[in-house]
């Protein structure tokens, strides 16, 4: 039905520049970066996350400037990009490509699928055996671990699935180990006690957890689960905060909800505008009023702001089985020619430039929580 007006359809190219809030920093963010700074010399993994829908936007580059200028030690980093299960498939192929550019190490997984987790459970008890190979050499095979176990921190932007991923690592980890009566097949969600609270809006975790164990593996694996840290100000773009929103990775009110719903529609017209057709019978448009008239239509809720709400939200829970996915940056559409991964991470660090966490003095609670990255 689509394909006829498909052919003559000329999508936007350049989304408008409307004036949003560029920044969501807050004030537990900054305690959890002194919290990592402290916790740093003692981590032998940063398991960092993003979602795999938004893999630019979602990137931190502090995490990156971090462990570039050595404050990581001997900490090494595992990037993990979480919600597979909604991420189209050439976002993968573009992942393998940017992080071959970089030569690190990056992995996709669905938080919720125990048999995926299981294989991260398998990946660390692995990474932890070359750690105890290097540091104890022919010892090793005795079956020692470190004094303090295998220490990972599971850290990235806020919503990203950082709990989801704690509370499932946990589950599988008791079930290899025998603590648990329940079996490792299907999703994890629902069935153990969660030791860290998850939720679909931005900033449910506050405060950095104690050491939770996963594994017994050599005197047993241990995560921090995290808050998760925004981007400061001055790395952030509109459009990055636009897909941060998309991806709930920032307070959802933040952004006006037509504004949000008009910049879904550019990206999808971009993709695949067959995915919003059964709101505008098959016909592409560049109108978002046009779309949001459908939507009210097919669901009977009265004004534009309402239905804009409900599609961005329906969105961003992710699309129904079967649907079209949608990727919420636009550097996964381009070509290696016109976007280089490593320039980008070079020009973010720039941008970021020396910084440091403020002690946190009573007075300093009281200023924007941004003044807290001193030049
Ligand atoms: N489809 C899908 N949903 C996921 C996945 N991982 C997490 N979620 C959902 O994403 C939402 C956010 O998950 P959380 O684990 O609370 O995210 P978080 O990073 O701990 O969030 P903060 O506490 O705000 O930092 C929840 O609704 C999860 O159910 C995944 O791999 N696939």
């Known amino acids: 039905m689509f394909k006829r007006c498909y052919t003559t359809f000329v999508p936007r190219f350049k989304f408008p520049e409307y004036r949003i809030p560029l920044s969501d920093f807050k004030g537990h963010q900054v305690r959890a970066l002194q919290r990592f700074q402290q916790l740093l010399p003692q981590l032998n993994l940063l398991l960092e996350l993003r979602d795999s829908r938004a893999p630019i936007s979602t990137r931190n580059v502090i995490f990156d400037d971090l462990m570039a200028r050595g404050k990581g030690g001997k900490t090494q980093r595992l990037v993990l990009y979480t919600k597979s299960d909604l991420c189209p498939k050439d976002t993968i192929d573009k992942l393998r490509s ?199 239509r097919a669901t009977g809720i009265r004004d534009d702001n309402g239905a804009a709400i409900h599609w961005v939200d329906k969105w961003r829970q992710g699309p129904r089985r079967g649907a079209h996915r949608v990727s919420f940056d636009v550097e996964t559409l381009l070509d290696d020619a016109s976007f280089s991964y490593r320039d980008l991470v070079s020009r973010e660090l720039e941008l970021l430039g020396p910084w440091s966490v403020a002690p946190s003095k009573p007075s300093a609670k009281a200023k924007n929580s941004n003044q807290l990255f001193e030049l």
């Not at 669905?110 to 990946?123: F, P």
Request: aromatic share 6%; charged share 20%; net charge positive.
């Open 98 to 296: 940017w992080h071959g550019e970089m030569g690190d190490e990056f992995m996709t997984l669905d938080c919720r699928s125990a048999r995926e987790v299981k294989g991260l459970v398998k990946l660390l008890e692995w990474k932890y055996d070359r750690v105890v190979e290097k540091m104890l050499g022919p010892a090793a095979n005795g079956g020692g671990g470190l004094p303090l176990g295998y220490r990972v921190l599971v850290a990235g932007m806020p919503n990203v699935g950082k709990s989801t991923l704690v509370n499932s690592l946990r589950f599988v980890g008791a079930a290899r180990t025998g603590n648990s009566s329940e079996s490792v097949h299907g999703s994890v969600a629902h069935r153990r006690r969660k030791v860290a609270k998850t939720g679909g809006q931005a900033g449910v975790t506050r405060a950095t957890s104690e050491c939770i164990r996963i594994a017994d593996h050599r005197g047993g694996i241990y995560l921090y689960d995290t808050p998760g840290v925004s981007l400061p100000g001055r790395v952030t773009t509109r459009e990055k905060m636009l897909s941060l929103s998309q991806c709930g990775c920032v307070k959802s009110n933040l952004v006006d909800p037509v504004i949000q719903a008009d910049y879904l529609l550019y990206l999808m017209n971009l993709q695949s505008p067959v995915a919003y057709e059964q709101y505008t019978k098959g016909v592409p448009t560049n109108n978002i009023y046009k779309l949001l008239a459908g939507v009210r």
